[in-house]
Each structure stands twice: as C-alpha cells, then as structure tokens.
C-alpha cells in the first residue's frame, strides 16, 4: 500500500480484515489515535487522517473549510481503499468523515463499510456556540480555552509553538462555523454514534439526529463522561467499533461465499 500526507499508518497490518480511518477532532493530530492501535487488534488497521497544519504536516498551511479539506482526501483515497474501510470522527472530525462519505457516493468510489461518530453535533443543526473563528488572537485563545481547558503549558509558553497551534485550531474552527450541509438523500451506511452523557455540547439526543443521514441501520450509545470521552472510554469505544466492523466483515463474506 501506498500512503500519503494525508494518512498516518503508525503500525501497519499488512493482513488487516479492515481499515478504520480516524478523524481527528478541531487542533487534533493523528497521535490522538495512536492508544487505538493495539486495542484494535491484528483484524483492524488504524490509519489516522493527517490535516494540513498538523502532525507531520505541521509545516503546512491548514485548511479552513470541510469541502476544500474533503478535495485533498478523495484524491488520495485509492491510496487505502483496496480493502474494506470505515470512518470514526471526532467532533468536527464526523463532519469531515461525514462530508467525505458523501463525496465518495457523489463520484461512485468505494463507500465506507461503517460510520461511527463521537461527540459531533448533526450538520443540520449548526454551532450550538456563538462564533469565535474571527476573534482577535488573545481573545480567540481565551475562548478556547474556556470552552475546552487550558491549552498544554508546554505549547503556551512557547510562541511559535503557541502560533502553530492557533493557527491551525482558528481554521478549523472557521471551516466548522461557516460549513453549510448541501441537501442529499441520507447515506446508504449504517452509523453509530457515541454520545457522552456530560458533554453539554453535544448531548445524547442531539446525537440521535445523526439518525436522519442513513437509510441504513442505525445505533445511539451512551458513554459515561465529557466531549472527549475517548480518552476515559477507549476501551469501551475501540470495542464497540471491533465488534460492529469485525461482524459486519464476516457477514459480508458469508454473503459472498453463498453466491
């Protein structure tokens, strides 16, 4: 397999029944997911989205909108699509995963086999919170971290690595104030959305939205904890997402082996 920019394969798995592609929540790098990776067994590769501005990419200039984002991953999809794959986002990461699935179905390349979704307020319902991607830069720091904790000192006491961050956290939060859903039939993949019941935000009936995107099955589960739920819950998560795929695997090879 040939990957690119775009995709962090920290441990390959040459003989992986399935890809999980993980995207990253808004001023998130693939080394969210890396814990995933041995929780995933040998069945599932973790390959990891990698945003222009971040990670090994950091040099770049990051993005600020969903669709132009979605360009950069469909000309790079053939790269891991020779085997089955499935989508897990984070926050902003399941409008990315989302508007990418649509995309795919739009120029009738392969779909994902699933779509699982944490923490990700509906498209169709827009910011919850007053916009703050035009903010000036103290204030837009001060926002940030009031809405989500302190930002690491290691990176507050370092201006570049402050300007960096920022950077990259203003354009994703400029792509996720100002995208707008398109009108499209629902999704033909079945979905699973994680909602945590302490997130304020994004809560679990909120989450049940989601329901409205697929014409395929549908499943809400409820995980103790706030917006960033994976890191108290990968375990329960990353289990969630190995039986839903590993099963929906073998089902499709049984179909297959009786034709």
Same mark, same amino acid.
């Given at each position: 397999?040939?990957?690119s920019s775009y995709?962090s394969i920290a441990?390959p798995?040459?003989?992986?029944?399935l @890809?999980?592609?993980c995207f990253p929540?808004?001023g998130g790098?693939?080394a969210?997911?890396?814990?995933?990776?041995?929780l =995933?067994?040998?069945?599932?590769?973790?390959?990891?989205?990698?945003y222009p501005?971040?990670?090994?990419?950091?040099r770049?200039e990051p993005?600020?909108?969903?669709?132009?984002l979605?360009r950069?991953i469909v000309?790079?999809?053939?790269?891991i %699509?020779?085997?089955p794959?499935?989508f897990y986002g984070?926050?902003?990461g399941?409008?990315?995963a989302?508007?990418?699935?649509?995309s795919?179905? @739009?120029?009738?390349l392969?779909?994902?086999?699933?779509?699982?979704?944490g923490?990700? @307020?509906?498209?169709? =319902?827009g910011?919850?919170l007053p %916009?703050?991607h035009?903010l000036?830069?103290?204030?837009?720091?001060?926002a940030?971290?009031?809405?989500y904790g302190?930002?690491p000192?290691l990176i507050?006491?370092d201006?570049?690595?402050l300007?960096i961050?920022t950077?990259?956290?203003r354009?994703d939060?400029t792509?996720?104030?100002?995208?707008? =859903?398109?009108?499209e039939?629902?999704l033909?993949v079945?979905?699973?959305?994680?909602?945590a019941?302490e997130d304020?935000a994004?809560t679990?009936?909120c989450m049940?939205e989601w329901?409205?995107? %697929?014409?395929?099955e549908?499943e809400?589960?409820?995980?103790p904890?706030?917006h960033f739920f994976?890191q108290?819950?990968i375990?329960?998560?990353?289990?969630?997402i @190995?039986?839903?795929?590993l099963?929906?695997t073998a089902?499709?090879?049984? %179909?297959s082996?009786?034709?």
């Open positions: 397999m040939n990957s995709f441990q798995k040459p003989d992986a029944q @890809r999980l592609l929540h808004a790098a693939p969210a997911f890396f814990p995933w990776i041995a =995933l067994a040998p069945e599932i590769e973790c390959v990891c989205v990698q501005g971040r990670g090994q990419r950091f770049e993005l600020s909108s969903i669709p132009d979605v950069g000309g790079r999809m053939a790269d %699509t020779d085997k794959f499935a984070h926050s902003l399941g409008w990315v989302f508007d990418l699935a649509r795919l179905r @739009r120029l009738r392969p779909e994902p086999e699933h779509i699982f979704l923490a990700s @307020r509906p498209p169709h =319902l910011p919850l %916009t703050i035009e000036p830069e103290e204030s837009f720091v001060e940030i971290q009031a809405r302190g930002i000192a507050y006491q201006s570049e690595m300007r961050f950077g990259a956290m354009a939060f792509a996720y104030e100002r995208y707008r =859903l398109g009108p039939a629902p033909d079945p979905m699973t959305a994680f909602a019941t304020q994004v679990p009936s049940q329901a409205r995107h %697929t014409a395929a549908f809400l589960k409820q995980i904890g706030g994976p108290s819950s375990a329960f998560v990353v289990q969630a @190995r039986e839903r795929v099963l929906g089902a499709a090879k049984g %179909t082996a009786c034709r």
